[in-house]
Structures are given as C-alpha cells and as structure tokens.
C-alpha cells in the first residue's frame, strides 16, 4: 500500500471512531476494550504466524 493511501486510511477511521462517538454509538470504554482484544487475541496469533517463518542467525546478536 502506498504511504498516502494508508494515511487516508488512517484519517478516514479516526473521522469514523470521532463519529461513532459523537453518535453514542460506541460506549466510554471501548479504548480499553480494543486495548485488551489486541493484547489478548491479536498479539498472540500474530506471534503464532510469524515466530516459524524468523529466521535466527549468530549476526542478530
């Protein structure tokens, strides 16, 4: 993906999550509920996918 278009991207689901909060739609917590799906459900299935393809050689230390 090109630098600009991520940053659009970017832009565009911060205006949607300022949106969905002006709305009430989303509730206070919601910042500490993503932190916590990240950190409990993401972290650990992207370190499952990518730990097998690392590759350790003497000159990483």
């Keep these: ?5 991520t ?3 970017i ?3 911060i205006a949607i999550g300022r949106v969905l909060h002006w709305r009430g739609w989303v509730p206070g917590n ?3 509920v993503l932190n916590l799906v990240v950190l ?4 650990p299935a ?6 097998p393809r690392l590759a350790f050689e ?3 230390i």
């Design 46 to 51: 992207a370190i499952l996918l990518y730990a």
């Design 11 to 13: 832009l565009v689901l």
């Design 1 to 5: 993906m090109p630098v600009v278009s």
């Design 30 to 32: 919601a910042a500490d």
């Design 58 to 60: 003497r000159e990483l």
């Design 40 to 43: 409990h459900v993401c972290l």
């Design 7 to 9: 940053f659009a991207l």
